[in-house]
């Protein structure tokens, strides 16, 4: 049974292996699709990533530690009828020690020219899922939570006392990926 | 320190955002690049003798490959000798490229090896004649060396204002894609450009930038090839 969170609930991850899913129904109607992406941000001490490649998203889909994997782009929603249709795995074993929190985020792609925000898209959502258990920890119904935004911080991964814990913010924003990129890297960011 | 989050688009070459139709019987792949200025390294002499303001010379090469509906170059050419008696293969070939610049259809050539990148806009070009081609073609794909780069020490890392575009017959520019002095591209000496490919009986563009170590296109070709 899923947990649905509080917005600031923490939860305790004794786990090593987890996923992140993010699903939603392609758009029936003629007008364009829905893109939404997931990404992680994997930072330090600083709050920022140490290399370009701790950004884990659709154009890079392994960290440079293999802790985490993107399974890929979906630009449509078609992947999965009713599941996940982008996923990031979490290997926290193998985390790099230099990265002290994994933020997670949803953003939909296009949106400005699309005119496009949550609450258009059918039976989307973001998920936390213990991989021993297939046991969902946390889950957010971006439509209904963010009906009109643009983007949401899902929550983050941090250690605590050599111990990994998953915190939910569910925090929405108007904005587009290059915004959540823009403050945890501060090199040339190419839209 | 660069990091793209542009999404691999492809374009319909038939239209673009306005629903304006595009000239396909000719387009045009220019590739251009700028000569970067050397950093002044001779000091006080150096000043003295007339030593700063150097410019770096790049030969950059623009590649296209026809590929069939298996994605494979099915025609390799033939090995000639050259008037000093080197041997030069892939000539008239389904590569198109500074030692065979015309594809032997006619619909495709390369109108000049530029060696420096001196001038604006586009240095070199590739025209295709898109509405002649075979239909055994289905797809060209496009690269960019660094002749010698591995060689020289250049890489991509260092060239200022590459790009590539594709302009249809009447100079309206259908797609460009930019590569500046990046770090993700220290150490790359050739790129993987973009592809037009044919789907549901129209030609799309897509712009790659994929870059590689090699600086020779022999290296893509070879993963193309049958034998």
């Known amino acids: ?191 | 320190m660069a990091i793209n989050l542009v999404k691999g688009q492809t374009i319909d070459l038939r239209k673009n955002d306005k629903g304006e139709e595009f000239d396909l019987s000719t387009v045009t792949v220019g590739l251009g690049w700028d000569v970067r200025q050397k950093k002044n390294e001779g000091g006080f002499f150096g000043k003295l003798f007339g030593g700063d303001k150097k410019e770096e010379e790049y030969d950059l090469d623009a590649v296209a490959m026809l590929l069939d509906s298996n994605g494979k170059v099915a025609n390799l050419g033939r090995t000639v000798q050259t008037r000093d008696g080197r041997a030069m293969g892939l000539y008239e070939s389904d590569v198109v490229f500074f030692n065979s610049m015309k594809h032997p259809s006619g619909h495709i050539w390369l109108t000049g090896d530029n060696r420096t990148g001196a001038g604006d806009g586009d240095d070199e070009q590739i025209i295709i004649k898109l509405d002649q081609l075979d239909q055994r073609y289905d797809k060209i794909l496009f690269m960019v060396t660094i002749y010698q780069g591995r060689t020289n020490n250049q890489h991509f890392g260092m060239i200022e204002n590459a790009f590539i575009r594709a302009v249809d017959r009447n100079g309206k520019e259908i797609a460009r894609f930019s590569l500046s002095g990046d770090s993700t591209y220290n150490g790359m000496c050739s790129m993987t450009f973009a592809e037009i490919y044919r789907k549901d009986g129209a030609w799309k563009f897509r712009a790659l930038g994929n870059p590689h170590q090699s600086d020779s296109f022999i290296d893509e070709l070879k993963k193309l090839t049958y034998s």
Do not use: C
């Open chain 1, 1 to 191: 049974m899923a947990i649905n969170l509080q917005k600031g609930q923490r939860i305790d991850i004794g786990l090593s292996n987890i996923s992140v899913g993010l699903g939603w129904e392609p758009n029936d109607g003629t007008s364009a699709a829905f893109d939404l992406d997931a990404s992680a941000f994997m930072i330090d001490d600083n709050r920022l990533i140490p290399e370009e490649g701790f950004f884990v998203f659709y154009g890079n889909q392994d960290s440079p530690d293999t802790a985490l994997h993107h399974t890929g782009d979906d630009p449509t929603g078609g992947n999965s009828d009713g599941g996940d249709d982008e996923t990031i795995m979490v290997d926290l074993t193998k985390v790099d020690p230099r990265v002290k929190e994994i933020l997670f985020v949803v953003t939909i792609h296009d949106a400005i020219s699309r005119r496009q925000n949550f609450g258009q898209v059918r039976d989307s959502y973001i998920r936390i899922v213990d991989n021993a258990t297939s046991q969902e920890i946390a889950k957010y119904e971006l439509g209904e939570d963010f009906s009109i935004e643009t983007g949401v911080e899902f929550g983050r991964l941090y250690v605590k006392e050599g111990k990994w814990k998953f915190e939910a913010s569910g925090k929405g924003y108007k904005e587009d990926l290059a915004f959540f990129l823009s403050k945890y890297f501060k090199g040339q960011i190419i839209k």
